[in-house]
């Protein structure tokens, strides 16, 4: 079972859109200040999104920790190295993605995985 342990968890961070379907993604900043949105493929996530705010409801995001993660395709694997895919589930990452964390917990895509945030360096 997906388990969790948070380290750190700011406050003062928004939805630029509508996360209400999408718990457990990971999120990015958007160009606006203190919002934030899904991730898009292979970026560097800043943390991973714990609530389901609608558009301008604030974002509770987990940024260092262990934490819940929507698998994405192809599933995921205990030790492995994490990066969102668009729409921010965790997939596998490839060379030149960017990495997040490291898998502590597997699932098969669309399920609930355990993932390292903020703490691989």
């Known amino acids: ?5 948070p380290l750190f968890m700011p406050g003062g961070l928004l939805a630029d859109a509508d996360l209400s379907a999408t718990q457990f993604i990971a999120v990015i900043m958007d160009t606006s200040d203190n919002d934030v949105i899904a991730a898009t493929a292979g970026a560097k996530a800043i943390g991973v999104l714990q609530n389901t705010p609608v558009n301008g409801e604030e974002a509770s995001v987990m940024m260092a920790g262990l934490s819940k993660i929507v698998s994405g395709t192809g599933g995921l694997t ?3 190295k994490w990066t969102p895919e668009a729409g921010g589930a965790a997939v596998v990452a490839a060379t030149g993605d960017e990495i997040c964390g490291t898998v502590i917990q597997g699932a098969a895509a669309g399920a609930i995985a355990t993932v390292s945030i903020g703490l691989d360096g």
């Open 78 to 80: 205990a030790g492995d």
């Open 1 to 5: 079972m997906a388990h969790e342990a």
